[in-house]
């Protein structure tokens, strides 16, 4: 069981460059988020997902785009990279209900952009 | 947007309890509280979660006051490897949705 799959692990971008973070899960759940993380700063939320076709803004969405096509994949896209994107991105999946969702996180993908 | 109200920082003697709170005084009736904690940089790591009731596991135990203000989670044998940033999180439901939504966490260093 992989849980929730980051791709890549660490990438380098210049300026005004895209690129697209993947993320999958194997769990069927419904609920797929993407987070940052600035060095020594909190988790910030920048889109997530109720189901396929169906996504919302979270915190700090501007600069991304994001895609549900499948209940199993939700990428991330930066389509003009810019410094302030630099940062730890995560993507976390949960269940949904009325009950207690537990979040399971993906390892990460450490992005620098130059 | 956070829900959630944490200490920044905290140490704890290695071998001793470690007692972190989380004021969470806007949450609603029906949901959970969740902990989380973060080692390095790598994916935070459920720890546990609860209603009202208090909670144990093979981590740790959840203590949450009757009013389900706040709530303390509680590491019995602190080690070493224990060091790393608590996130305490209460899901929010807007327009029939859940999200998430972090705070700035408890860095707990545990010191030999």
């Known amino acids: 069981n992989a849980g929730v799959t980051q791709t890549p692990k660490f990438r380098i971008l210049k300026i005004g460059q895209s690129m697209t973070l993947q993320c999958t899960q194997d769990m069927n759940h419904n609920y797929m988020y993407w987070y940052r993380q600035d060095p020594g700063m909190g988790l910030k939320l920048i889109y997530y997902s109720v189901g396929a076709g169906i996504t919302d803004k979270g915190e700090v969405p501007n600069g991304y785009n994001v895609s549900r096509s499948t209940t199993e994949d939700f990428p991330l896209r930066l389509e003009l990279a810019a410094p302030s994107q630099t940062s730890v991105y995560f993507c976390?999946?949960?269940?949904?209900?009325?009950?207690?969702?537990?979040?399971?996180f993906g390892a990460g993908s450490r992005l620098t952009v130059l | 947007d956070a829900k959630t109200t944490q200490p920044p920082s905290m140490d704890c003697a290695e071998g001793r309890a470690a007692n972190l709170p989380c004021n969470h005084s806007t949450i609603s009736g029906n949901e959970y509280v969740y902990w989380y904690r973060q080692i390095h940089s790598q994916g935070p790591q459920y720890i546990i979660h609860?209603?009202?009731n208090n909670e144990t596991n093979e981590m740790a135990s959840l203590i949450i006051t009757e009013d389900r203000k706040s709530s303390t989670l509680i590491l019995p044998h602190a080690t070493l490897r224990d060091t790393a940033v608590y996130y305490c999180i209460v899901r929010l439901r807007t327009s029939g949705t859940y999200k998430y939504i972090f705070g700035t966490g408890t860095r707990l260093k545990v010191l030999a």
């Open positions: 976390a999946s949960s269940s949904v209900g009325a009950g207690a969702n537990v979040l399971t």
């Open positions: 609860g209603l009202k």
